[in-house]
C-alpha cells in the first residue's frame, strides 16, 4: 500500500504519458481485472468526451447560423486554448508581428554609428 494515498488522486484530465512499444519484445505482466476497469474507464470518458464534443459543436454552428452570428470570429476560441489563456487586447497577428532586422540592416546601423564616432572625434 502506498502511504498517503491520497494525495495520489487521479485528474480529470490525466498526463498524457502513453507510448507505444514494439511489443514483440516485450512480455507484459497485468492484472486481468485491472486492464479491464482501465479500458472500461477510458471508454466512458471518451464517449463522455465526445458528447460533449458533438453538443458544444452543434451550439456554435447553431449560434453562428442565428443572424446575429455574422461577426463572430470562429478561430478566437481555438487561438485562446493554444495560447492557454483569452487573447490580450491588443494582440497581433503572429504574421504581423515586427522582426528582427536583418544582418545587412544591423551593418548599416553599426557603419552610421561608426561614422558618427569618427566625425565627433
Known amino acids: 500500500l502506498v502511504k ?5 488522486v487521479l485528474w480529470e484530465l490525466t498526463l498524457s504519458c502513453f507510448c507505444r512499444f514494439d511489443s514483440s519484445n516485450l512480455e507484459w505482466i497485468h492484472d486481468d481485472l485491472t486492464l479491464k476497469r482501465t479500458v472500461a474507464h477510458l471508454q466512458s470518458d471518451w464517449a463522455d468526451l465526445q458528447t460533449k464534443a458533438r453538443l458544444i459543436e452543434n451550439m456554435v454552428n447553431a ?6 452570428g455574422d461577426g463572430i470570429d470562429l478561430n478566437k476560441g481555438l487561438l485562446e486554448f493554444t495560447q492557454n489563456g483569452p487573447l490580450p487586447a491588443r494582440y497581433v497577428k503572429f504574421a ?4 528582427c532586422d536583418s544582418i545587412e540592416q544591423k551593418r548599416e546601423k553599426l557603419d552610421k554609428k561608426a561614422e558618427i564616432a569618427k566625425s565627433s572625434v
Open 4 to 8: 498517503n494515498a491520497y494525495r495520489y
Open 63 to 68: 449560434l453562428t447560423e442565428a443572424p446575429l
Open 96 to 99: 504581423d508581428r515586427k522582426t
